[in-house]
Protein backbone atom coordinates (compact mmCIF):
# COMPACT_ATOMS: atom_id res chain seq x y z
CA UNK A 1 0.00 0.00 0.00
CA UNK A 2 1.75 3.29 -0.72
CA UNK A 3 0.59 6.00 1.25
CA UNK A 4 3.12 8.17 -0.16
CA UNK A 5 5.73 8.78 2.44
CA UNK A 6 7.91 7.57 -0.06
CA UNK A 7 10.24 4.39 -0.24
CA UNK A 8 12.50 5.43 2.79
CA UNK A 9 9.12 5.77 5.11
CA UNK A 10 7.01 3.12 3.14
CA UNK A 11 7.42 0.94 6.25
CA UNK A 12 6.62 4.30 8.97
CA UNK A 13 3.74 4.42 6.37
CA UNK A 14 2.56 0.83 6.86
CA UNK A 15 2.83 0.92 10.30
CA UNK A 16 0.51 4.29 11.11
CA UNK A 17 -1.99 2.57 8.41
CA UNK A 18 -2.04 -0.85 10.50
CA UNK A 19 -2.37 0.86 13.98
CA UNK A 20 -5.49 3.02 12.31
CA UNK A 21 -7.19 0.38 10.69
CA UNK A 22 -6.64 -1.66 14.64
CA UNK A 23 -7.72 1.25 16.45
CA UNK A 24 -10.89 1.06 14.21
CA UNK A 25 -11.86 -2.19 14.18
CA UNK A 26 -11.55 -2.04 18.14
CA UNK A 27 -14.05 0.53 18.06
CA UNK A 28 -16.40 -1.22 15.82
CA UNK A 29 -16.20 -4.92 18.24
CA UNK A 30 -16.56 -1.97 21.07
CA UNK A 31 -19.95 -0.81 19.47
CA UNK A 32 -20.93 -4.04 18.27
CA UNK A 33 -20.40 -5.62 21.62
CA UNK A 34 -22.67 -2.92 23.25
CA UNK A 35 -25.64 -3.00 20.61
CA UNK A 36 -25.84 -7.05 21.49
CA UNK A 37 -26.09 -5.79 25.13
CA UNK A 38 -29.06 -3.76 24.27
CA UNK A 39 -30.51 -6.78 22.09
CA UNK A 40 -29.58 -8.90 24.88
CA UNK A 41 -32.04 -6.53 27.11
CA UNK A 42 -34.65 -6.05 24.81
CA UNK A 43 -35.22 -9.85 24.67
CA UNK A 44 -35.16 -10.27 28.29
CA UNK A 45 -38.31 -9.37 30.06
CA UNK A 46 -37.37 -9.78 33.23
CA UNK A 47 -34.17 -7.92 32.72
CA UNK A 48 -36.95 -4.66 31.18
CA UNK A 49 -38.93 -5.24 34.31
CA UNK A 50 -35.83 -5.07 36.74
CA UNK A 51 -34.69 -1.74 34.49
CA UNK A 52 -38.16 0.07 34.29
CA UNK A 53 -38.14 -0.85 38.25
CA UNK A 54 -34.74 1.03 38.84
CA UNK A 55 -35.65 3.97 37.29
CA UNK A 56 -39.24 4.56 38.56
CA UNK A 57 -37.23 4.14 42.05
CA UNK A 58 -35.24 6.81 40.97
CA UNK A 59 -37.95 8.74 39.89
CA UNK A 60 -40.04 8.62 43.45
CA UNK A 61 -36.73 9.29 45.15
CA UNK A 62 -35.68 12.25 43.69
CA UNK A 63 -39.34 13.87 43.62
CA UNK A 64 -39.59 12.78 47.12
CA UNK A 65 -36.52 14.81 47.57
CA UNK A 66 -37.99 17.64 46.05
CA UNK A 67 -40.55 17.95 48.29
CA UNK A 68 -38.51 17.78 50.98
CA UNK A 69 -36.62 20.91 49.39
CA UNK A 70 -39.33 22.80 49.51
CA UNK A 71 -40.82 21.70 52.88
CA UNK A 72 -37.34 23.46 54.44
CA UNK A 73 -37.70 26.78 52.09
CA UNK A 74 -35.53 25.61 49.20
CA UNK A 75 -36.40 27.20 45.73
CA UNK A 76 -36.53 30.31 46.84
CA UNK A 77 -34.98 33.12 48.26
CA UNK A 78 -36.40 34.18 51.39
CA UNK A 79 -36.08 36.58 54.55
CA UNK A 80 -34.29 35.32 57.67
CA UNK A 81 -35.29 38.09 59.91
CA UNK A 82 -37.80 40.28 59.02
CA UNK A 83 -38.66 42.06 61.93
CA UNK A 84 -37.24 39.36 64.49
CA UNK A 85 -36.19 39.78 67.51
CA UNK A 86 -32.30 39.15 67.83
CA UNK A 87 -33.06 35.58 69.90
CA UNK A 88 -35.51 34.67 66.98
CA UNK A 89 -33.28 35.46 64.37
CA UNK A 90 -30.50 32.99 66.21
CA UNK A 91 -32.93 30.12 66.53
CA UNK A 92 -33.99 30.48 62.63
CA UNK A 93 -30.69 30.44 61.27
CA UNK A 94 -29.48 27.25 63.07
CA UNK A 95 -32.66 25.45 62.82
CA UNK A 96 -32.03 26.26 58.95
CA UNK A 97 -28.17 24.97 59.12
CA UNK A 98 -30.04 21.66 60.58
CA UNK A 99 -32.56 21.00 57.74
CA UNK A 100 -30.22 22.35 54.72
CA UNK A 101 -27.12 20.57 54.08
CA UNK A 102 -26.20 23.35 51.82
CA UNK A 103 -26.81 27.24 52.20
CA UNK A 104 -25.54 30.75 51.17
CA UNK A 105 -26.58 33.48 53.25
CA UNK A 106 -26.67 36.92 52.34
CA UNK A 107 -25.97 39.46 54.95
CA UNK A 108 -27.11 42.60 54.02
CA UNK A 109 -28.25 46.31 54.50
CA UNK A 110 -31.00 48.10 52.99
CA UNK A 111 -28.93 51.37 52.48
CA UNK A 112 -26.32 49.57 50.30
CA UNK A 113 -26.59 49.82 46.88
CA UNK A 114 -24.20 46.63 45.88
CA UNK A 115 -26.88 44.27 48.50
CA UNK A 116 -29.39 44.87 45.96
CA UNK A 117 -27.23 43.33 43.31
CA UNK A 118 -26.87 40.40 45.07
CA UNK A 119 -30.47 40.32 45.64
CA UNK A 120 -30.94 39.83 42.09
CA UNK A 121 -28.65 37.47 41.20
CA UNK A 122 -29.97 35.20 44.30
CA UNK A 123 -33.58 35.13 43.35
CA UNK A 124 -32.59 33.89 40.10
CA UNK A 125 -29.94 31.00 41.34
CA UNK A 126 -32.41 30.01 43.86
CA UNK A 127 -34.96 29.10 42.05
CA UNK A 128 -32.70 27.11 39.51
CA UNK A 129 -30.88 25.18 42.70
CA UNK A 130 -33.46 24.04 44.84
CA UNK A 131 -30.54 21.66 46.36
CA UNK A 132 -29.62 24.57 48.04
CA UNK A 133 -30.91 26.87 50.53
CA UNK A 134 -30.85 30.60 49.85
CA UNK A 135 -31.76 33.05 52.74
CA UNK A 136 -31.45 36.77 53.40
CA UNK A 137 -30.05 38.51 57.05
CA UNK A 138 -30.80 42.20 57.39
CA UNK A 139 -28.36 43.15 59.63
CA UNK A 140 -30.04 46.46 61.10
CA UNK A 141 -32.75 44.06 62.46
CA UNK A 142 -31.97 41.86 65.05
CA UNK A 143 -28.94 40.00 63.79
CA UNK A 144 -26.02 40.96 65.73
CA UNK A 145 -25.22 38.16 67.67
CA UNK A 146 -24.80 36.90 64.40
CA UNK A 147 -22.89 39.60 62.74
CA UNK A 148 -20.53 38.95 65.61
CA UNK A 149 -20.05 35.50 65.70
CA UNK A 150 -19.40 35.49 61.48
CA UNK A 151 -17.47 37.82 61.37
CA UNK A 152 -19.12 39.78 59.04
CA UNK A 153 -17.89 43.64 58.63
CA UNK A 154 -18.32 44.15 54.53
CA UNK A 155 -22.02 44.42 53.03
CA UNK A 156 -22.69 42.47 51.15
CA UNK A 157 -21.41 39.18 52.79
CA UNK A 158 -22.60 35.97 51.33
CA UNK A 159 -21.50 32.91 53.94
CA UNK A 160 -21.66 29.47 52.56
CA UNK A 161 -22.29 26.98 55.01
CA UNK A 162 -22.05 22.58 53.97
CA UNK A 163 -22.93 20.15 56.57
CA UNK A 164 -23.77 22.66 59.06
CA UNK A 165 -20.29 24.14 58.66
CA UNK A 166 -19.54 27.75 57.43
CA UNK A 167 -16.83 27.05 55.22
CA UNK A 168 -16.20 30.50 53.20
CA UNK A 169 -17.40 33.67 53.01
CA UNK A 170 -17.75 35.81 49.99
CA UNK A 171 -16.88 39.79 51.17
CA UNK A 172 -18.00 42.16 48.22
CA UNK A 173 -17.30 41.32 44.78
CA UNK A 174 -13.75 40.56 45.04
CA UNK A 175 -14.05 37.35 44.36
CA UNK A 176 -16.52 38.02 41.21
CA UNK A 177 -13.96 40.13 38.98
CA UNK A 178 -14.13 43.27 41.65
CA UNK A 179 -17.10 44.66 39.93
CA UNK A 180 -20.73 44.60 40.45
CA UNK A 181 -21.15 43.82 36.73
CA UNK A 182 -20.77 40.17 36.76
CA UNK A 183 -23.45 37.81 35.55
CA UNK A 184 -25.75 35.75 37.73
CA UNK A 185 -23.63 32.44 36.07
CA UNK A 186 -20.51 33.43 37.46
CA UNK A 187 -21.74 34.10 41.04
CA UNK A 188 -23.54 30.23 40.33
CA UNK A 189 -20.21 28.96 38.90
CA UNK A 190 -18.30 30.20 41.92
CA UNK A 191 -20.75 29.29 44.52
CA UNK A 192 -20.54 25.65 42.27
CA UNK A 193 -16.74 25.68 42.71
CA UNK A 194 -17.18 25.92 46.78
CA UNK A 195 -19.49 22.83 46.10
CA UNK A 196 -22.94 24.84 47.80
CA UNK A 197 -24.62 24.31 44.77
CA UNK A 198 -24.80 21.64 41.70
CA UNK A 199 -23.48 24.00 39.14
CA UNK A 200 -23.18 21.92 35.46
CA UNK A 201 -21.53 23.67 32.86
CA UNK A 202 -17.98 25.20 31.60
CA UNK A 203 -17.15 28.59 33.36
CA UNK A 204 -18.56 31.46 32.11
CA UNK A 205 -16.57 33.58 29.46
CA UNK A 206 -16.08 36.78 32.22
CA UNK A 207 -14.18 33.56 33.88
CA UNK A 208 -12.38 32.49 31.32
CA UNK A 209 -11.31 35.94 30.00
CA UNK A 210 -9.98 37.23 33.22
CA UNK A 211 -12.71 40.12 33.48
CA UNK A 212 -11.71 42.51 36.39
CA UNK A 213 -8.65 42.24 38.48
CA UNK A 214 -9.23 39.43 41.60
CA UNK A 215 -11.33 36.90 39.80
CA UNK A 216 -8.57 34.48 37.63
CA UNK A 217 -5.88 34.96 40.57
CA UNK A 218 -8.90 33.90 43.58
CA UNK A 219 -9.93 30.94 40.89
CA UNK A 220 -6.61 29.72 40.72
CA UNK A 221 -5.78 30.04 44.86
CA UNK A 222 -8.64 28.30 45.39
CA UNK A 223 -8.07 25.19 43.17
CA UNK A 224 -11.03 25.85 40.65
CA UNK A 225 -11.06 24.39 37.41
CA UNK A 226 -12.97 26.05 34.76
CA UNK A 227 -14.94 23.23 34.32
CA UNK A 228 -16.75 22.27 37.65
CA UNK A 229 -18.52 19.60 35.88
CA UNK A 230 -16.83 17.77 32.57
CA UNK A 231 -19.65 16.93 30.13
CA UNK A 232 -22.02 19.40 30.26
CA UNK A 233 -22.77 22.03 27.67
CA UNK A 234 -21.39 25.63 28.43
CA UNK A 235 -24.00 27.21 31.21
CA UNK A 236 -25.93 30.42 29.91
CA UNK A 237 -26.86 33.74 32.05
CA UNK A 238 -30.36 33.23 30.27
CA UNK A 239 -31.39 30.51 31.73
CA UNK A 240 -31.50 32.01 35.39
CA UNK A 241 -33.77 34.86 33.87
Request: with cysteine; glycine share 8%.
Amino acid sequence: MDLGFGNENQVLGNLTANAILQSTKAQEEAIEDQLNKYDELLNDEDALDALRERRMKQLKNAQRQRQEYRANGHGEYSDLNPGQHGGDTIRAFFDAAKKSKRMVVHFFRPTTRYCDVVHAHLQKIARKHIETRFLKVNVETGADYLVEKLGIVVMPTMVLIKEGKVIHHLHGFDELGGTDEFSTSHLAWLLGAYEVLNYEGDAPDEVLQGKGVNSMKVARDAGISANIREGFQKDDDDEYS
